[in-house]
């Protein structure tokens, strides 16, 4: 079974970084978008950021813009999302996932995407 493996989360304080990582082992990943979504308790699950890897670009939501940054590691077959000055309302479990398919379109929905990690708790104490 193809699942990627998310690490990197944890207590932080307000305004401070952590690095999120996801390894896909043995799922491509070129070609395809790979994003972030979060959720948090009582919430759905959010779009935060993807990297499309066929042109390098990268897309976020709004409340994220130049905080966090999307990259990738194409040897390690590994995504990271980089947060910088975080709030407690970034306060998550922040999940990973690959398209299942391509789409002409920056994906933004959860339904777009497949092969989702078991997430990594992400708490920002104010």
């Known amino acids: 079974q193809v699942q990627p493996v998310e690490s990197g989360g944890g207590l932080v304080q307000a305004g401070g970084p952590l690095r999120l990582s996801c390894v896909a082992s043995g799922l491509t990943l070129s070609n395809y978008a790979t994003g972030w979504f979060r959720q948090a308790d009582g919430e759905g699950r959010e779009f935060v950021a993807a990297i499309s890897w066929s042109s390098g670009a990268a897309y976020y939501t709004d409340s994220v813009k130049g905080r966090f940054t999307i990259s990738g590691d194409n040897a390690k077959n590994t995504v990271y999302l980089q947060m910088n000055n975080l709030r407690p309302e970034d306060t998550a479990v922040y999940y990973c996932?690959?398209?299942?398919?391509?789409?002409?379109?920056?994906?933004?929905?959860?339904?777009?995407?497949?092969?989702w990690g078991q997430g990594t708790q992400v708490t920002v104490s104010s």
């Open positions: 996932a690959r398209e299942f398919r391509r789409f002409t379109s920056w994906s933004t929905e959860s339904w777009e995407y497949g092969y």
